[in-house]
């Protein structure tokens, strides 16, 4: 072996030449652009433009409200598109009421037969036609059944067709939970009423120990109060029924849902069964002085008119409420029934 030291070879090939070093006060070149211009990083976000704010997704979306005029607007649509379903509806939901009518009856002298405490007082006619008053309105929440689908109808071209025997199949098949919540909510609904009365007797009471407009005040802001919280907790379990056949759930998981669903929207009900009575009595006053020949038809039709709007003025709530609040159109309760989050 040859001691000579041996060459090291060459790091660059001849021939090829190598960019000299840029000095330290040149300018420094852009980075390559992305298709909009913008310089592009690793990650594909430009470097030199803030990141996009994405604290939306960690956030709660805020509550939504609902407008009286939306469930108004749905109802009358459901009035005018569909009014045979509701006329063949309310003459079955009167016939169910001269039925309950009969048994309040009924019901109401076997009470007096009972004697005791409700013996010869007027307590056993007023039980019996609270009870047969009850029991009819109960009885006649089993016909939402159609008014459901219907409304769904009414409110979608895209809505799939035939609803009215789909709707009524489901409260056939569902027809001891729509019994159960029908129970639930009319003894709910009396129970509030009871409460309201005691709490207005209470009011009357403290009232009248004081003077002149002091107590009147005080009655007036504890009608009021009352009032206000009344209305809240009513409707709270309103929507059961349209819930159970939309949704198919359990009577108490139809509460608990409705509960939950009108949370903050229970005024918007409230006022969407007012409205039609303003406009009933505003037109009742312009006819008393304009014309007061057709008064008469005038208060016919707007009894029947109150009437059918009245019947569909919970499944329309139900409608309403789960397109603005949940993003669940119409078309898609059949598909996306079962509690539905915001899209």
């Known amino acids: 072996m040859s001691d000579a030291p041996r060459e090291n070879p060459p790091l660059v090939p001849e021939g090829v030449v190598l960019p000299a070093a840029p000095a330290a006060d040149a300018p420094q070149s852009a980075p390559p652009s992305s298709p909009w211009g913008a310089p592009a990083s690793p990650w594909g976000a430009p470097q030199d433009q803030p990141q996009a704010d994405l604290e939306y997704l960690m956030t709660p979306e805020p509550e939504r409200t609902v407008g009286p005029l939306d469930i108004v607007k749905l109802a009358v649509l459901v009035l005018v598109r569909k009014p045979h379903v509701l006329i063949v509806l309310a003459l079955a939901s009167f016939g169910v009421e001269l039925v309950g009518a009969r048994l309040g009856e009924q019901l109401g002298s076997l009470v007096e037969h009972l004697g005791g405490l409700f013996d010869r007082t007027p307590m ?51 027809l001891k939970t729509v019994i159960a919540v029908t129970g639930l909510t009319t003894l709910y609904f009396l129970g509030v009423l009871i409460v309201a009365v005691l709490a207005l007797r209470l009011v009357f009471l403290v009232g009248g120990f004081l003077p002149g407009l002091a107590g009147l005040a005080f009655v007036v802001a504890g009608m009021v109060t009352i009032l206000f919280y009344s209305i809240r907790f009513a409707l709270g379990l309103s929507l059961g029924i349209p819930i159970v056949l939309v949704e198919e759930t359990s009577a108490i998981g139809a509460l608990r849902r409705s509960w939950s669903l009108t949370a903050n929207n229970r005024y918007a009900i409230a006022f969407a069964a007012i409205i039609p009575i303003f406009a009933f009595v505003i037109g009742w006053l312009l006819l008393s002085v304009i014309a007061l020949e057709a008064l008469g038809l005038y208060l016919v039709c707007s009894a029947v008119g109150m009437l059918l709007y009245a019947m569909a003025l919970g499944p329309a709530t139900y409608v309403v409420f789960r397109d603005q609040i949940e993003g669940c159109r119409p078309d898609q309760l059949l598909e996306r029934g079962r509690g539905v989050s915001r899209s």
Do not use: C, H, Y
Request: no cysteine.
């Open 124 to 174: 056993a006619a007023w039980l019996g036609v609270a009870v047969s008053g009850m029991m009819s309105w109960g009885v006649s929440l089993l016909f939402q059944g159609p008014l459901v689908g219907a409304t769904i109808e009414a409110s979608s071209d895209r809505a799939p067709k035939r609803l009215l025997l789909e709707f009524l199949r489901r409260g056939l098949v569902n």
